[in-house]
């Protein structure tokens, strides 16, 4: 069976430090991998999406940036954190229109 | 801009009752549609997807898809304090990816 890694599950970090969340997915190849992010009384936007190895695709502008080192690795960077970048981040893989979520990282920018 | 709306709640439900959550999604030519229930504080977890007009039973739950009227629900019977959580709505453009548009998420409480 298939399962997504995600880590870590809390993080608080200041203002302007660095950022790298890393999800890993096993038990399939070639899977269609996605960054989201819920912000408090707001609904998942999708981030970043990935159909394979290098392959980036920018849902929204903003000051992250993803990247898939592997078929089942997926890394959400920052260079600079913002107040704003604070929020629930979910890794997810999906295959056939189906969508399976990590267990989240809670991260807080203070 | 595609937009997935639903009701913000919160919904109580007295437990064993039907509970009725609603969506209405803006973008008409969305192909696939998603309930996912999230627990506080936790990931969504996909519970029904359907993509034809009509019903999808799985166990307690139907989910009813009406595409003339844009219009996606989940009926969960015999309602139990477990399914107590946010449910969110997700829509897809197309198949063969999972690029999902969600709603704001209803939350519904199931009263013992």
Same mark, same amino acid.
């Given at each position: 069976?298939?399962?997504?890694?995600?880590?870590?599950?809390?993080?608080?970090?200041?203002?302007?430090?660095?950022?790298?969340?890393?999800?890993?997915?096993?038990?399939?190849?070639?899977?269609?991998?996605?960054?989201?992010?819920? =912000?408090?009384?707001?609904?998942?936007?999708?981030?970043?999406?990935?159909?394979?190895?290098?392959? %980036?695709?920018?849902?929204?502008?903003?000051?992250?940036?993803?990247?898939?080192?592997?078929?089942?690795?997926? %890394?959400?960077?920052?260079?600079?954190?913002?107040?704003?970048?604070?929020?629930?981040?979910?890794? =997810?893989?999906?295959?056939?229109?189906?969508?399976?979520?990590?267990?989240?990282?809670?991260?807080?920018?203070? | 801009?595609?937009?997935?709306?639903?009701?913000?709640? @919160?919904?109580?439900?007295?437990?064993?009752?039907?509970?009725?959550?609603?969506?209405?999604?803006?973008?008409?030519? $969305?192909?696939?549609?998603?309930?996912?229930?999230?627990?506080?504080?936790?990931?969504?977890?996909?519970?029904?997807?359907?993509? $034809?007009?009509? !019903?999808?039973? !799985?166990?307690?739950?139907?989910?009813?898809?009406?595409?003339?009227?844009?219009?996606?629900?989940?009926?969960?019977? !015999?309602?139990?304090?477990? !399914?107590?959580?946010?449910?969110?709505?997700?829509?897809? @453009?197309?198949?063969?990816?999972?690029?999902?548009?969600?709603?704001?998420?209803?939350?519904?409480?199931?009263?013992?």
């Amino acid at each position: 069976s298939q399962t997504i890694h995600q880590w870590p599950a809390t993080l608080v970090q200041p203002v302007g430090s660095p950022l790298s969340l890393e999800c890993t997915v096993e038990g399939t190849s070639n899977p269609n991998l996605y960054w989201y992010r819920q =912000a408090a009384g707001r609904g998942l936007q999708l981030l970043f999406y990935s159909v394979g190895i290098g392959q %980036i695709s920018s849902e929204v502008p903003q000051n992250l940036s993803a990247s898939r080192p592997q078929d089942r690795q997926f %890394i959400l960077s920052s260079k600079k954190l913002l107040l704003s970048d604070s929020g629930f981040y979910l890794c =997810a893989w999906g295959k056939r229109g189906e969508a399976f979520f990590g267990q989240g990282t809670r991260l807080t920018v203070v | 801009q595609k937009e997935v709306e639903q009701n913000s709640g @919160p919904l109580s439900v007295p437990e064993g009752a039907i509970a009725s959550l609603n969506c209405t999604y803006s973008d008409r030519g $969305s192909q696939s549609f998603f309930w996912y229930r999230q627990y506080s504080g936790k990931s969504p977890e996909l519970i029904m997807f359907i993509y $034809s007009n009509g !019903d999808k039973e !799985d166990g307690r739950f139907t989910a009813q898809l009406n595409k003339a009227s844009q219009y996606v629900s989940l009926l969960i019977r !015999d309602s139990q304090p477990s !399914d107590s959580a946010t449910y969110l709505c997700a829509v897809c @453009p197309n198949f063969g990816n999972e690029k999902l548009t969600f709603g704001t998420g209803t939350r519904l409480t199931i009263i013992p």
